[in-house]
């Protein structure tokens, strides 16, 4: 038994795997919550909409944790990902999941107790809830709790990535609790926060948080007062509250600047029998090695991770420009044909570890290894713009993964010329003979192809 | 409806007169918990003006004799 690292918040259960297969503990705090769920058919009709990860009870096995009452048995998901890789629509489609849950569930006296972004993720196909005990039973006349972290979750980080910079979204790393609201009101421009919505559930709600902090500072110098009152929420006002909600995320978009990857198509200095040729090789090597996944590092559009999810693979495509992540994104979510995840990761910095004991949250790492990564033009940024040693990037790939797809881009190639134009010689060494040497020390060299553009398709294997 | 004459931030100093008791193990915080008060009254009295309209709309569809597909 190995309890998840990232549950323990919520004392009602825990995650934990055996033999590979994903449980969840209900301890006793959370055991009527989930039975009057469950007996209301509420788990039942959130699974058909497709808006909650399945469940199947199990009998709790010796090896469950302490103070199991119920157990239940996920699917395993393909990978975990986190709101500060995410496409922007990823995190629009996570806060839509969870209004819609709750418009679903509210008539029938239940809501969801919390609203995070971590309980949000990719199935394969589609965003999910994964917390099973985030449904309850609603407190009658009661403010929904999960209000303020709703907004510092999804709202105030999705009004800064839409109206400031789509590169505020990796302020996540930082505020792994939510985004402050004073910190997204001040970051959007003025006009945007007069947008009803904005101006209800983020100026006035971050004044109001504001005002509150005083008024508690100035009160927590005498002895804490006993609480003789809290504000009322009627269920039609919460009802109301959500749709409104509702309505402002689905307001807010990001318009990407287009020209960010419609141009790719012309500045790369591939030609049609180039990129024919290299298609067609990943093309049978994805479909002789038949990974179940495959990470596409420096994907761009995800042109390649296509042909990979063409072979049945689950496809986890990354790239540090948020433009080709949401495109890709998009483009996967009409062909529901092919499991592709894109991520928006710097890969020369990439997702460390964090929340508690910085292990609470996977760093890219710990979620792997891929059957097969494809590193695709990816090398000589890394060498020659990170100025990362060859050596180095071939070790960090030695532990993603099994199988490797590697291009190396001769120094004559005319992007490579183009990234060390103004460095008058002083870069790392990049050749071909420093790149077998550096990835042989990690890798055995299986197969290669070279294109009329003079760059070599390698397929290696970790030795 | 009285709270809508106010400024907004005595709206918020009026209902912050009431501490909150929290219901979850997550920090519902005061502020979230008084504004969205405010805001759920709001709603809720925009949908009751609403259904009132309605009703309006139908009593005088039905005084002048107009057929109305939400007439039983």
Same mark, same amino acid.
């Given at each position: 038994m190995v309890a998840d690292a990232g549950s323990f918040r919520d004392p009602s259960g825990q995650i934990f795997s055996e033999n590979g297969r994903i449980y969840r503990s209900i301890f006793q705090p959370g055991v009527d919550d989930y039975e009057a769920a469950r007996d209301a058919g509420v788990y039942t009709d959130l699974m058909e909409e497709g808006l909650l990860v399945s469940h199947e009870e199990v009998p709790a096995g010796p090896s469950s944790p302490k103070g199991t009452v119920i157990c239940l048995a996920h699917p395993r998901l393909p990978m975990i990902s986190y709101p500060w890789e995410w496409p922007f629509s990823i995190l629009k489609d996570a806060a839509l999941i969870h209004l819609k849950a709750m418009e679903k569930i509210l008539p029938r006296g239940f809501w969801l107790r919390d609203a995070s972004a971590f309980n949000a993720q990719f199935d394969g196909s589609r965003v999910v809830l994964i917390d099973t005990l985030s449904v309850g039973k609603r407190v009658p006349e009661s403010p929904w709790v999960a209000y303020g972290q709703f907004c510092s979750h999804f709202l105030a980080p999705m009004a800064m990535a839409a109206y400031g910079d789509i590169r505020m979204l990796s302020l996540w790393r930082s505020f792994?609790? %939510? !985004?402050?609201? &004073?910190?997204?009101?001040?970051?959007?421009? !003025?006009?945007?926060?007069?947008?009803?919505?904005?101006?209800?559930?983020?100026?006035?709600?971050?004044?109001?948080? &504001?005002? =509150? &902090?005083?008024?508690?500072?100035?009160?927590?110098?005498?002895?804490?007062k006993i609480a003789k009152k809290q504000p009322r929420v009627s269920d039609r006002g919460l009802i109301g509250l959500i749709r409104s909600l509702h309505r402002t995320i689905e307001g807010i978009r990001w318009k990407r600047s287009s020209r960010l990857w419609e141009a790719y198509g012309d500045i790369r200095t591939y030609q049609d029998e180039d990129v024919t040729r290299k298609s067609e090789y990943v093309d049978k090597v994805a479909g002789a090695l038949n990974p179940d996944t495959v990470w596409d590092l420096g994907a761009n559009t995800g042109e390649f991770s296509l042909i990979a999810a063409s072979h049945g693979a689950f496809v986890v495509s990354i790239d540090g420009d948020p433009a080709c992540t949401e495109y890709l994104y998009q483009k996967a979510c009409a062909d529901k044909s092919k499991s592709i995840l894109p991520l928006t990761m710097d890969l020369a910095n990439p997702s460390p570890g964090l929340g508690w004991d910085s292990r609470e949250r996977f760093s890219l790492t710990d979620r %792997?290894? =891929?059957?097969?990564?494809? =590193?695709?033009?990816?090398?000589?940024?890394?060498?020659?713009?990170?100025?990362?040693?060859?050596?180095?990037?071939a070790q960090w790939l030695g532990t993603l993964c099994q199988d490797l797809l590697v291009e190396f881009v001769p120094p004559d190639d005319p992007m490579v010329k183009k990234l060390i134009r103004n460095r008058r010689g002083e870069h790392l060494p990049y050749s071909m003979e420093v790149f077998q040497t550096g990835f042989g020390q990690f890798f055995s060299f299986e197969d290669q192809e070279t294109l009329p553009n %003079?760059?070599?398709?390698?397929?290696?294997r970790r030795l | 409806?009285?709270?809508? /004459?106010?400024?907004?931030?005595?709206?918020?100093? /009026? /209902?912050?007169? !009431?501490?909150?008791?929290?219901?979850?193990?997550?920090?519902?915080?005061t502020g979230s918990m008084v504004i969205q008060a405010i805001l759920a009254a709001i709603a809720a009295a925009a949908v009751s003006i609403g259904i009132f309209w309605r009703r309006i709309k139908l009593f005088l569809a039905g005084l002048f004799g107009r057929k109305n597909d939400e007439q039983p």
């Open positions: 792994i609790d %939510g !985004f402050p609201l &004073d910190l997204a009101a001040g970051a959007i421009p !003025f006009w945007r926060r007069w947008r009803p919505g904005l101006l209800m559930h983020l100026a006035l709600h971050a004044r109001a948080q &504001d005002l =509150a &902090d005083r008024k508690e500072d100035i009160a927590g110098k005498g002895p804490p %792997g290894p =891929a059957d097969l990564v494809l =590193a695709l033009a990816l090398i000589h940024h890394l060498v020659l713009s990170a100025c990362v040693p060859i050596k180095m990037v %003079g760059r070599t398709l390698f397929l290696l | 409806m009285a709270p809508v /004459l106010l400024t907004s931030a005595q709206c918020i100093l /009026l /209902l912050l007169v !009431f501490a909150t008791q929290a219901h979850a193990y997550i920090d519902p915080a």
